[in-house]
């Protein structure tokens, strides 16, 4: 065959119309062999080529008349010492770690393991029948007008959603196209999200990955897709298409759909681990590469991986070739894809310098020194599989975080717990104790329930978790569930307790969209979705995970209500602040009063008890602006009752004429407003929130009787 030196940049396969140019980075390699194979089901590969260039670290080589399709794997060559980080083993074919898409995709067999029992002894079977190959593409594609919608962080709205599960069942989708990327891009899934009022959805992982053999052989698959084998190539299991060039075609036609409707695409990406598991595990790509430099090794002993993630390895990102592969595939999905931000998963495990999580680590500076990735969206699970990762509030700017303290204030305290009120005032007024030293509200992703987990439905109707199907004795999971169920566990309740199923439902609805920060969905928990108490559902592929769609009319009412809130938060401004809430004099903009009427002090914060309490939002004091505008807003009650009984709440006073407008109220979702005097006493129902606007007088202010008698106490007291 006829090649040619090629060049050692950028690394991966690249057709040119004339042929593709291969390089791979294999810094401590003795010799680099590409492997072109005729089809998926080949034994064997067609050709065999020696790639003799090097560039430093890189091994390259072009091969004239190559075209799109063609399916390789590489034989990188050189010292197998486990003990010194080493594993290279020349009978394995190994996948590109740059592969655009795969052309023969992952199948367990016992070939593709280099080693026996302890790991550490060569087993040389070839694996060129079963490895996992790469395919080269043209990534042509036309884009036409295509502009991301550039959605400001404090406008913005996430649903969070599996591309399968999302569409699988939907009978408004073309069957062919159900759990597809083009289902996801259908007019019928555009219109739901369009509908609720969402803007950006959050993609579980995308990136091609494989089954964990364990599961494998329980007759489950890893659907949820946190098993990264390649982190350029679009899955394959997502596409209605077949050939692998057209499943990244197909990717792109969804990604240019759900931007021309005005959503944003954000990635769940895993760079964290990879399938190749611990030192047992197969030898399929980075492991046969360079193993000492795409892994964390453990110091005094090589032969064995460190696992902050829990499985099995972690990428090493302090070295260049792993930090770089890492940047690289987060810019081709920005540049080549068109997407519009990441949610790095365990992000802690990659923002370790040596060993512990460390804010000026090499991973965080060479993101923040790139134009293209720090003008996207940048969202951080703040922790990874151990106690030291728990790194929520110590991300650096620009980047956003799950905030997992929210969640768990916010269940705990529509649980009923004592003692809640401080943190769930902290929580909703944006976390400022995490991140006003250096960020803005929009660093807090605020979220009740997510992927993992219990889904919303049956966070209030299951205290234990229920994951027997999954095949591990119920042992796996999250056990600390914060969840709250009445007593009755599962569908058979009778109607009382199903009501109030439902309004704590809208209860944590209720909260999470009239909260400062970012709000995060989980999809289909606007339709009570339920994984029958399954709390770790990964390993489901079928109805049990998926959205349904042909829901019960408490299902339907639950959406109207979602969709409600979100119209709600996106009308005022008070509820989506740029800056933090300031409740200190002049600018006072929020006050924190007590259902008797007062504001809460001291006293009143420390007393355990107390399980009800009203959030004043003064739309007229807020002091910052929007695209150069100045903000103003009506002003907002925000009144939150824990209490298992009936609060009467004594309302602020307003200017003389002036009314009270009830827009919500999760103990009678039918009524959607009326008016309330001021001065009046609203019963709040037990285990309710309601939310009021007040409107400003002519002059543009609102006077609630605070500065017009001494003290409010003296109003209501």
């Known amino acids: 065959m006829t ?89 394995k074919i190994l996948l590109d770690p740059y592969a655009a898409a795969i052309g023969r995709p992952f199948r367990w067999h016992p070939s593709l393991f280099s080693r026996d029992g302890d790991g550490d002894r ?106 990264t084998l390649a982190c350029f190539a679009p899955s394959a299991r997502l596409a209605a298409a077949r050939r692998p060039g057209d499943v990244v075609r197909e990717f792109k036609t969804m990604v240019k759909r759900l931007h021309a409707a005005g959503l944003e695409v954000i990635l769940d990406v895993v760079y964290n681990h990879t399938a190749e598991g611990d030192h047992t595990g197969p030898t399929v790509s980075w492991r046969g590469i360079d193993n000492a430099s795409y892994y964390r090794l453990q110091p005094d002993r090589r032969a064995r991986y460190q696992d902050f993630t829990g499985c099995g390895n972690t990428v090493n990102s302090t070295a260049a070739i792993a930090r770089q592969m890492i940047l690289d595939s987060l810019r081709y999905w920005v540049i080549e894809m068109h997407v519009d931000g990441f949610r790095f998963d365990l992000a802690s495990a990659l923002a370790r310098g040596r060993d512990a999580f460390d804010r000026a680590s090499p991973f965080f500076a060479a993101i ?41 204030a916010v269940r705990r305290f529509w649980r009923g717990d004592r003692g809640m009120l401080p943190e769930l005032a902290t929580r909703i007024a944006g976390s400022s104790d995490l991140y006003a030293d250096d960020r803005l509200p929009s660093a807090s992703i605020n979220f009740v329930t997510s992927h993992d987990g219990f889904t919303l439905a049956d966070l209030v109707a299951y205290e234990q978790k229920h994951n027997l199907a999954n095949g591990e004795d119920n042992r796996d999971g999250e056990s600390n569930n914060l969840s709250w169920n009445c007593g009755v566990e599962g569908p058979t309740a009778d109607r009382a307790i199903l009501d109030l199923r439902e309004r704590q439902q809208r209860n944590f609805i209720a909260t999470l969209f009239v909260s400062q920060g970012v709000p995060m969905l989980s999809g289909g928990d606007e339709v009570g979705r339920t994984q029958q108490g399954n709390n770790n559902a990964y390993c489901h592929d079928s109805p049990l995970s998926w959205t349904p769609w042909d829901v019960a009319e408490s299902a339907r009412r639950l959406h109207a209500f979602v969709a409600r809130l979100i119209a709600l938060r996106r009308a005022h401004p008070a509820l989506r602040r740029q800056t ?42 807020i002091s910052e602006t929007d695209r150069g505008m100045p903000v103003t807003d009506d002003s907002l009650l925000l009144l939150f009752n824990a209490a298992a009984d009936d609060v009467p709440f004594a309302l602020p006073l307003l200017a003389p004429g002036s009314t009270w407008t009830l827009v919500v109220d999760t103990a009678h979702p039918e009524v959607e407003s009326y008016a309330v005097p001021a001065a009046a006493t609203l019963t709040l129902v037990a285990r309710s929130v309601a939310v009021l606007i007040g409107k400003p007088d002519k002059t543009g202010t609102i006077d609630y009787g605070f500065d017009r008698v001494d003290g409010y106490d003296q109003v209501r007291g």
């Open 368 to 408: 923040a020194d790139d134009p293209v990735l720090t003008a996207v969206k940048l969202i951080a699970e703040p922790w990874d599989a151990t106690g030291s990762g728990y790194q929520v509030g110590n991300f650096p700017p620009p980047w956003s975080e799950w905030n997992g303290r929210y969640r768990d």
């Open 580 to 621: 933090f809430l300031n409740g200190e004099a002049p600018l006072r903009d929020v006050r924190w009063l007590r259902p008797e009427g007062g504001e809460f002090n001291g006293d009143h914060w420390d007393d355990g008890d107390r399980q009800t309490i009203g959030v004043l939002l003064d739309g007229t004091a």
């Open 3 to 91: 090649t040619a030196p090629g060049r050692p940049a950028p690394l991966g396969a690249h057709w040119d119309g004339a042929g593709v140019n291969f390089a791979i980075a294999a810094p401590s390699a003795t010799r680099v062999d590409l492997c072109l194979f005729e089809a998926p089901e080949a034994e064997r590969a067609r050709d065999t080529v020696e790639v003799a260039a090097r560039a430093g670290d890189v091994w390259h080589v072009y091969l004239p008349g190559v075209a799109p399709g063609q399916l390789y794997g590489y034989r990188v060559h050189g010292p197998r010492n486990p003990d010194d980080g080493q594993r290279f083993d020349a009978s």
């Open 122 to 227: 060569l087993a040389p079977i070839d694996s060129a029948p079963f490895a996992p190959l790469a395919a080269v593409i043209d990534p042509a594609f036309d884009w036409g007008g295509d502009r991301p919608p550039r959605t400001p962080w404090h406008e913005t709205t996430i649903y969070e959603l599996h591309v399968k599960g999302f569409t699988a069942l939907h009978a408004g989708v073309d069957p062919a196209l159900r759990g597809t990327y083009l289902g996801l891009a259908s007019d019928a899934a555009i219109a739901h999200l369009l509908a609720l009022g969402v803007t950006a959805v959050e993609l579980l992982p995308v990136h091609a990955h494989a089954d964990e053999e364990s599961l494998v052989g329980r007759g489950l698959t890893n659907y949820w897709g946190y098993n």
